[in-house]
């Protein structure tokens, strides 16, 4: 609003990665609210959890009031020296570790993160912003290295994205969004997966009632509706092609993304910036890349129609 001061509101605001659609809240007890979370709730959204994750053992996951706090703890419950970080990715990963005293040092291919001399290695998978999706062979012999996935993309690319598989590998930690899969960004939600030793050490450094009464019982609910989850993959995967079409007919070239997100270049870029915030519609700007605008899906017809208007306009 700053930027465009004389721009139509309300600003529709497609600078996010989360699912314009969310999950309808179910109605939810007054006790949600009104009382602290009992231990068997943690421990039943933990199963779900690892249920919808695929993963064996509901003692390799740690419920957060979402994931960017699990990036923040991650430096302080396993310090390193040297981290290695493939990019150009998620800029927080590399911020957290270096507030942790690490040395970080980005490189650019799976092979330079397998051979980097460090004592963790962190990848987004699929990667954010260009939708990279690494095959994890690679990535198998770990040594005694830490190896950070932040798969909070994964949900809508299928299971065929996810390391979940290679748990309770004593080396690997998963990161999982609930609020962007499921639109409920609000709600602080997120999950690590892990051994269950290293599962263990991050539920201990967050202590008793980490997550919210409510924001246990719609994951829940939501992680066990599964029938949702796969609407939402289609639908979503129907409109990349539309919002693509739009991109391209407003002189960029789409390079990466997801069903989430979609990654465009081209050197229209910052005039296709400027033409959409004066329409009130704000996308992702990059200013290491100026050529680059990163665009969310709207989330109903009007959307569309405006976003469609503002992207063909002369």
Not at 76 to 96: C, I, K, S
Not at 230 to 258: F, K, N, Q, S
Not at 291 to 304: E, N, S
Request: aromatic share 8%.
């Amino acid at each position: 609003m700053r930027l465009f001061p004389g721009a139509p509101t309300p600003f529709l605001d497609l600078s996010t990665g989360i699912n314009p659609v969310p999950y309808a809240v179910p109605p939810l007890l007054p006790e949600a609210f009104t009382r602290l979370p009992e231990p068997a709730d943690e421990a039943d959204l933990r199963a779900v959890a690892a249920r919808a994750y695929a993963v064996a053992d509901p003692d390799c996951v740690a419920a957060a009031p979402g994931t960017q706090v699990l990036i923040g703890l991650l430096p302080r419950l396993f310090p390193a020296r040297r981290v290695a970080v493939l990019g150009p990715t998620y800029a927080e990963h590399a911020h957290a570790w270096r507030k942790g005293g690490a040395e970080v040092r980005e490189v650019t291919t799976p092979e330079a993160l397998a051979n980097a001399d460090a004592e963790v290695a962190v990848l987004c998978n699929p990667n954010n912003p260009d939708g990279r999706v690494h095959d994890a062979r690679y990535l198998m012999a770990l040594g005694d290295r830490v190896l950070v996935v932040d798969e909070s993309f994964a949900d809508m690319t299928g299971s065929g994205a996810s390391l979940a598989g290679l748990l309770p590998h004593p080396g690997l930690i998963l990161l999982r969004s609930f609020g962007k899969t499921y639109g409920l960004a609000g709600l602080r939600l997120g999950f690590a997966l892990a051994s269950p030793a290293r599962a263990a050490v991050i539920r201990d450094a967050l202590g008793p009632w980490a997550v919210s009464g409510p924001a246990l019982a719609i994951g829940r609910a939501a992680l066990a509706d599964g029938a949702w989850l796969a609407t939402a993959r289609a639908r979503l995967a129907a409109e990349v092609p539309v919002l693509d079409a739009l991109i391209g007919a407003a002189g960029l070239r789409v390079v990466g993304g997801t069903c989430l997100f979609r990654l465009a270049e081209g050197d229209a870029a910052p005039r296709v910036f400027e033409r959409l915030g004066r329409a009130g519609i704000f996308v992702r700007r990059f200013a290491e890349r100026p050529d680059w605008l990163r665009f969310g899906f709207p989330g109903t017809p009007d959307a569309w129609a405006r976003l469609r208007r503002a992207m063909l306009a002369a």
